[in-house]
């Protein structure tokens, strides 16, 4: 119970701290989900991305 006491103590007894506290909590959260879905998007599409292909738009010269 006092881990619950000092949390209130410090983040919600005032609603600017509290309102502050949950934007800065969504911010960071959002920031990490995004990082991690991104990285588990490259992972599952190594060599199907358009930074993968070596050569875009040159074409092989004719002999």
């Known amino acids: 119970m006092a881990v619950w006491d000092a949390l209130y103590r410090v983040v919600m007894r005032r609603n600017?701290?509290?309102?502050?506290?949950?934007?800065?909590?969504?911010?960071?959260?959002?920031?990490?989900?995004?990082?991690?879905?991104?990285?588990?998007?490259?992972?599952?599409?190594?060599?199907?991305?358009?930074e993968d292909i070596p050569v875009l738009g040159q074409r092989q010269s004719e002999m």
């Open 16 to 50: 600017s701290v509290y309102f502050t506290f949950v934007i800065a909590g969504a911010f960071a959260g959002e920031r990490a989900v995004d990082y991690g879905v991104h990285k588990l998007w490259e992972s599952k599409n190594v060599g199907k991305r358009y």
